[in-house]
């Protein structure tokens, strides 16, 4: 959820760990700090607020000389956002600076510990109690004194660790929590995501569970949890730089929008070859699937979301039972899983902490994992009998676009390969469904040119402060969707309902001016939506409907109407949600929020 880098190098340190950490600002923070050795001292600076008021305490890094240091951006969990709270943070000693993501768990246990070693603790946070552990443990090594300390931590760590008295290198360690070393020319980092480095390498290593990495300018080694030296593969990341940068729009949010043409070209078009789908799976057999019972689906968020999208085509086409369970819950549900269970773990990052519990919690009663997950190498995607990753590149908003889309169309292809492994779709219509799934990127680009419309639509209700969203079948699993990117950077207040459930109370809440958003792309069930529309009108609400070319019932019925490309009606998720994140994106512009980093929320949710 926070942000990590590292440098050590011939370069000033600090003005290059803020300018690394700018890269990780899509992460969510509300502080940042660094820090860097200088003379046989550990120097530190850290601020709440935004990055800006770091650069400004320190000069743009200038007043803190040095060529080794380490840096972090902090979304609180243990202790108020403030200047004191914030890492790295130093051991009493001032021999040990650690920066952390993540959560000591028994760090209660180890303060009092500590505390009667004779520390004593500046801040309220879980990470200090990580560097007065590591200074305990000091004895010369350092290396000794990090593995020691680890294994005393329970909980969820990347940790990024200075040691005053060997200035020439940092130390990394994780555990349930991503960190990655990218690789320069007689420089070396560490980073907690891609993007932090994309400006000064391409190679990079990832560190696997409770490997611990030491980096030096000359060369970094890895090694394993007991102390054996580990070969890792260099990965190149073949992400264009600009990839990571706005392009020329005004947020991250709408450049990932209009980048969802192109996304689910690069997601199906490897996928469907010749008339087939080739997913890849390498353990996940057409035999588990003609023997799979039952299907979880377990995800946090708008994976969620797509969860229910999902749910609604694998029963369609499959017969197969399908439960969308928030991973929250599900790791604390006692669920019914069998051998027979196929467990589907969506992710974007792959290191949603609670999805990665909750896929643990499936493999050990027996099931098939299948994991759905944008970032390579992740500890979702690595735990997992299989994997597909989205190949939705990077993505910078807080608010998912983009990776929601391929993960949805990753779930078509899912349900039409197990149709196909089943035996319930003929082969006629296999062929049609996949020939519409070829045509997606194109109508994606045809709804994408709807984007002036909507801007008009969200310049009339930016002022609403209640909106409701409401839809049948899919169209409700859209609508829960639409709703949270409305209020997750807009801050209007918004809910999703099911149309049928109107009157069984939520009608109550509709008054005259009241916005309702009206998904009508479900065909067999749009009279039914006209006559919910004309219900919640009847009450003196404002009805903004979405709805397929063509369809000049709902026209006549509503006061303004959202048009996407008439398709095929297994496309439809994929063409309604490209309009409700323009109309919520225009929304939250006209109402002057921080569309990329909206207010308490991060990118990558990495504790529970």
């Not at 070393?181 to 007689?186: A, F, N, Y």
């Not at 169209?475 to 807009?490: F, H, P, R, T, V």
Request: charged share 20%.
């Amino acid at each position: 959820m926070c942000g990590i880098v590292g440098y050590v190098g011939p370069q000033a340190a600090a003005p290059l760990l803020l300018e690394t950490l700018q890269k990780l600002e899509y992460r969510g923070y509300d502080s940042s700090g660094i820090c860097v050795i200088h003379q046989g001292a550990i120097q530190v600076a850290k601020a709440r607020g935004r990055l800006r008021v770091l650069q400004e305490l320190t000069r743009n890094g200038q007043s803190l000389p040095g060529s080794i240091g380490i840096g972090h951006t902090r979304w609180a969990t243990h202790g108020e956002p403030s200047d004191v709270n914030s890492h790295p943070h130093l051991s009493q000693s001032g021999q040990v600076a650690v920066v952390h993501n993540g959560i000591v768990e028994n760090y209660l246990e180890l303060r009092d510990f500590l505390s009667e070693k004779g520390y004593t603790f500046a801040s309220e946070t879980d990470t200090e109690i990580a560097a007065q552990l590591i200074d305990h443990c000091y004895h010369g090594d350092p290396v000794q004194a990090v593995r020691e300390a680890v294994s005393l931590l329970t909980g969820s760590f990347a940790l990024g660790i200075l040691f005053r008295d060997h200035p020439d290198q940092i130390i990394a360690v994780r555990k349930d929590s991503p960190l990655i070393v990218g690789l320069g020319k007689g420089e070396n980092f560490i980073a907690s995501d891609i993007p932090a480095l994309l400006k000064h390498t391409r190679d990079i290593l990832r560190l696997d569970e409770y490997e611990l990495a030491v980096i030096r300018q000359d060369g970094v080694q890895v090694f394993d949890r007991y102390g054996d030296p580990v070969e890792k593969e260099v990965q190149h990341v073949d992400w264009d730089p600009g990839a990571a940068e706005k392009g020329g729009y005004a947020h991250f949010m709408l450049k990932e929008i209009m980048e969802q043409a192109e996304v689910l070209r690069d997601t199906l078009r490897p996928r469907i070859k010749d008339g087939a789908i080739c997913l890849d799976l390498k353990h996940i057999t057409p035999e588990d699937l003609r023997a799979c019972d039952r299907i979880y689906i377990v995800a946090c968020g708008s994976a969620s979301h797509v969860g229910h999208v999902a749910r609604y085509y694998i029963e369609k086409l499959t017969r197969v039972p399908v439960f969308v369970e928030l991973a929250s819950e599900f790791r604390y549900m006692d669920p019914p899983v069998t051998p027979h269970t196929l467990t589907i773990v969506i992710s974007q990052s792959g290191e949603t902490l609670d999805t990665l519990f909750a896929l643990r919690e499936a493999k050990a009663r027996g099931s098939k994992v299948l994991s759905i997950v944008n970032v390579v190498g992740s500890s979702i995607a690595n735990e997992s009998q299989d994997v597909i990753y989205t190949w939705a590149g990077p993505e910078i908003a807080v608010a998912t676009t983009k990776a929601y889309s391929a993960q949805v169309a990753i779930c078509y292809l899912v349900a039409l390969y197990m149709a196909q492994c089943r035996g319930t779709l003929p082969e006629t219509r296999l062929q049609e469904d996949l020939a519409a799934l070829s045509g997606l990127p194109e109508l994606a680009s045809r709804a994408l040119q709807a984007q002036d419309h909507i801007q008009y639509l969200a310049s009339l209700y930016f002022g609403c402060k209640d909106i409701f969203f409401i839809g049948r079948n899919v169209d409700w699993a859209i609508a829960l969707e639409g709703s949270l990117k409305l209020k997750e950077i807009s801050y209007i207040h918004s809910e999703a309902y099911a149309a049928g459930e109107l009157k069984h109370g939520t009608i109550s809440l509709v008054e005259p001016g009241t916005l309702v958003v009206a998904l009508c792309t479900y065909g067999p069930l749009q009279e039914k939506m006209i006559s919910n529309i004309r219900e919640v009108k009847a009450r003196g609400a404002i009805v903004l409907a979405l709805a397929p070319e063509g369809t000049p019932l709902v026209e006549e019925t509503a006061d303004h109407v959202m048009y996407i490309p008439r398709a095929n009606p297994l496309l439809n998720p994929s063409l309604a949600i490209i309009p409700l994140q323009l109309f919520a994106y225009y929304v939250a512009l006209l109402k002057g929020c921080d569309i990329d980093k909206p207010r308490n929320l991060a990118k990558s949710v990495t504790v529970e």
